[in-house]
């Protein structure tokens, strides 16, 4: 497992602090709608201050190119999680573009196929009609299950807690998680001692050979 990402970070010590405790990367949202979203000022600190601890990734949805170059001369990754199309992605490095999909059905596998024909890193996230991420909801197991056997470099997101990840983890077995609203205190604040007790359950599965 090298991808273990915990999202919606908004400050530069828990950025710090969480890469410490083995995070690989730290997510920031940049969009207004959300209740995480912080401005371009502040994703350059957190990823300067988290740089060779941790890979930093932005969070856009729906961006225009320019706010997309902006980002990626300050983070490591940009995450589209909006309705970005192929044409809009291959506008950007393959190698630092994950694309996220939020699964609702079987009929929404087929989206990732261009992506992952290209080389994309893909996310799956719970669907939701009027959200486009953050909301706590689990994927379907059954319906992860598939996508992971058809895309093997799947993240998967929604709804992952302590609680959980070892029970996802067993159905599942994706390339890699992120977690946000089940670990914190408030939106943007997480519960480090969470964090923690997640991270360590998530390399203990890895490391057992599963």
């Known amino acids: 497992m090298d991808f273990i990402k915990i999202c919606g970070i908004t400050t530069e010590e828990q950025g710090v602090k969480i890469a410490q405790l083995g995070a690989t990367h730290i997510g920031m949202i940049h969009f207004e709608k959300s209740p995480r979203h912080i ?9 300067s201050s988290i740089k060779g601890k ?6 856009v949805v729906n961006p225009n190119k320019e706010t997309v170059e902006k980002l990626l001369n300050i983070v490591d ?7 970005e199309d192929i044409q809009f992605a291959l506008q ?9 999909f939020r699964i609702k059905d079987k009929g929404d596998i087929t989206k990732i ?10 996310l799956i996230d719970a669907y939701s009609p009027t959200e486009y991420g953050g909301t706590g909801k689990r994927i379907n197991p059954n319906l992860a299950k ?16 302590e609680e959980n990840i070892t029970e996802i983890l067993k159905q599942v077995k994706p390339y890699g998680v992120d977690a946000s609203s089940k670990l914190e205190i408030k939106p943007g604040l ?3 001692q969470k964090v923690e007790r997640f991270i360590k359950k998530v ?5 057992a050979g599963n």
């Open 54 to 59: 941790a890979k930093s990734v932005a969070v």
């Open 146 to 161: 598939e996508v992971v056997s058809l895309f093997p470099k799947t993240v998967l997101s929604g709804g992952l807690s």
């Open 203 to 207: 390399r203990e599965f890895y490391g």
């Open 113 to 122: 196929q261009p992506f992952y024909k290209e080389g994309f890193t893909v």
């Open 77 to 83: 990754f940009i995450q589209l999680h909006g309705d």
């Open 92 to 100: 950007f490095p393959k190698d630092r573009v994950i694309k996220a």
């Open 190 to 192: 997480k519960d480090l």
């Open 39 to 47: 401005p371009l000022s502040k994703i350059q600190s957190i990823a």
